[in-house]
């Protein structure tokens, strides 16, 4: 479920080429690896290895919460830029308004969680059913801000596109490069990761962000292997949606997440290579 090709990253591109086309560079980090229907001469695609970007004693890596941490390094990077994973959709037409307001700083979108550290207490503490990992990761986040800052942000990130300065990674990443250093050693996916979510949860705690909270008409996370979510996605028609895939899924489910987007997308954007040329 981590590694198998749905051919996301094709529809995620038409989405952006349909939706916004006013951003002007996309940068595609993999692991040497370019798909074969990707038109890589495209000007405004670059492809990034992670050997570009990532220190040579921390490679290999097949862990996202590592890798999400050196994005700032990509060369041209602009100061206000966009991260996706290759899931994540655009729905509707947007603005870079819609993703920085007009005094420069980004726009945070965040799920509404009342009660969060106390819950997550009560869970693992109490109910003694513990934390996914991801929640783990992103608590991780959390804790380090509320240790700096005195301020625990509760906002659990809605998991789509986001928007973040470059320069406020990098001082971030200085900030905590104690607590960094320990977690870019991990290949694979650890429980002690550090998730992103560290880089808006220190805008939130310095005041250098705009919050938004976001709903089903809004944001949407599906799991591909849950077939009510694609109705729910028709109900909502929400302006950025992620399908997921996972460990729950099998091929019948992954090949209707498949049919789904081309349903969704069905028009080749310019970044795709063209078929009289196969």
């Not at 570009?52 to 100061?79: A, M």
């Not at 962000?209 to 799991?223: A, E, F, G, M």
Request: net charge positive; proline share 4%.
């Amino acid at each position: 479920g981590r590694y198998v090709d749905n051919d996301e990253l094709k529809y995620s591109l038409r989405s952006i080429e349909c939706y916004a086309p006013w951003i002007r560079k996309i940068f595609i980090v993999t692991d040497s690896q370019i798909p074969k229907w990707l038109d890589a001469s495209n000007p405004r695609i670059r492809i990034v290895d992670h050997r570009e970007i990532i220190p040579g004693q921390y490679l290999p890596c097949f862990n996202s919460s590592v890798i999400e941490h050196f994005i700032c390094k990509i060369p041209g990077l602009s100061e206000h830029f966009l991260y996706a994973n290759d899931d994540m959709f655009i729905n509707r037409c947007v603005s870079p308004e819609d993703f920085f307001a007009s005094d420069g700083f980004p726009v945070v979108r965040c799920n509404r969680r009342f009660f969060r550290r106390l819950t997550l207490w009560m869970r693992e503490k109490v109910l003694r059913k513990g934390m996914s990992h991801y929640n783990r990761i992103v608590n991780n986040a959390a804790v380090l801000v509320k240790e700096k800052y005195g301020v625990f942000v509760g906002s659990k990130a809605h998991h789509n596109i986001d928007s973040y300065l470059k320069s406020d990674c990098c001082k971030v990443e200085e900030m905590f490069a104690d607590a960094l250093a320990p977690t870019f050693i991990n290949h694979v996916r650890r429980d002690n990761d550090i998730q992103r979510s560290l880089y808006h949860y220190v805008a939130l705690a310095e005041q250098r962000c705009h919050l938004k909270y976001v709903n089903q008409k809004s944001s949407l996370r599906l799991h591909n292997h849950i077939p009510r979510h694609f109705e729910r996605l028709e109900k909502y028609n929400p302006l950025f949606f992620c399908i997921n895939d996972s460990q729950y899924a099998d091929d019948e489910d992954r090949r209707r997440a498949t049919r789904f987007l081309a349903g969704r997308f069905p028009e080749k954007s310019t970044f795709e290579i063209l078929s009289k040329r196969h």
